[in-house]
């Protein structure tokens, strides 16, 4: 495995309204490693993202010492091994089969739990009630899975609580633009005090785009 | 980590068609360890299947002594830890950039690649020119990253080989029956010969589904 030293080059390639490029920059930030950040124009793709990333053309990009690396949660993995000196707030747990788990759940995150909100929040009259009943019974599945663990890696912040920082900040923003009640204390006790105690988290807290932005900007999306 | 024992019980449940599922079956035999196949009747799916994977019903499901794990490339990187024994035929490099490299491409083959060639093959005649011209930019995308290996895991055969099963094998069935031509050897020489290493490897050729038997079910699906 390879360790973290003084004169490495980290950079990471993002979008800040984006809660998949969030993830690399509180990943790096739970492991307390310095990196410069590139913001990219979405519209007007950067030579460098179309060089870093020429499958997918997508943020975000980690550049770690001139090798890339796309894919949010193939990067989150990569930093937990290669910055792992000491068990340094590990994401996985060491046994395998845990660790499968929290690959299963941040794979169900991505495929089908996130995409549910999404379209929920997004959608128009017609496709509404459905949308949001499907975005409802996702939620109750991850809260299934959250049962009355502080966090989903336990006492500490895991892969699973970093792949969820869609749900933990985000969904509160769009739910309210789109005056839908989707992760309340009322419907999800137990998944809302997961999201407060994981916005709370004191490198969390610090490492969020600002609410007011954040909310101004899919405002303005919405209207579009 | 845990290692192999001789009282274990390995459980697969699988639909003997299916690549994704195959995939599982492959790894276990390339790893040695014996195990129980159950077929799963999709129209009609089992208590065991809706118990071991409750959130998406789905096979291939892996039962190891009681804790089951779904989804496919999970279920690989899960296999490849448990029975590491002397590096028994490891899945994933050591280096941490060639194991994100790897994890980046099974991902986009699921994503991406799999899903474009897939759709080329089942298109209907509007949409099938697009959808050729896709599949056809995907297997592109493959090859160049294939390189002049012998395999994508090098010499030996890797998580990326085995998440290429489809390709590998697959494909010339379903190019056959839609009469398309994708995987053929003028289009992707690099490629096609992988595909020829692939399906002659001796474990591999022991664990794919018989190609006539195949040929049948995608053919009498192709009906419908």
Known sequence: MASSSDNEEVRVLGKWASPFSNRIDLALKLKGVPYNYSEEDLANKSLDLLKYN???KKVPVL???????????????????????????AFLPQDPYHRALARF?????????????WNACWSDEKGREKA????????KILQDELKDKKFFGGETIGLVDIAANF???????LQEIAGLELLTIEKFPKLYKWSQEYINHPVIKE???PRDELFAFFK?????
């Open 167 to 173: 749900i933990g900040y985000w969904v509160s923003i």
């Open 63 to 89: 550049v770690h010492n001139g090798n890339s690396i796309a894919e949010s949660l193939v990067i989150l993995e990569y930093i937990d091994e290669v910055w792992n000196n000491n068990n340094n707030h």
């Open 207 to 209: 490492g969020l785009p």
């Open 220 to 224: 303005a999306s919405a209207k579009k």
């Open 54 to 56: 020429p499958v997918h």
């Open 105 to 117: 759940w941040c794979k169900t995150l991505d495929d089908k739990i996130l995409p549910a909100i």
């Open 132 to 139: 949001v009943e499907e975005a409802l019974e996702a939620l």
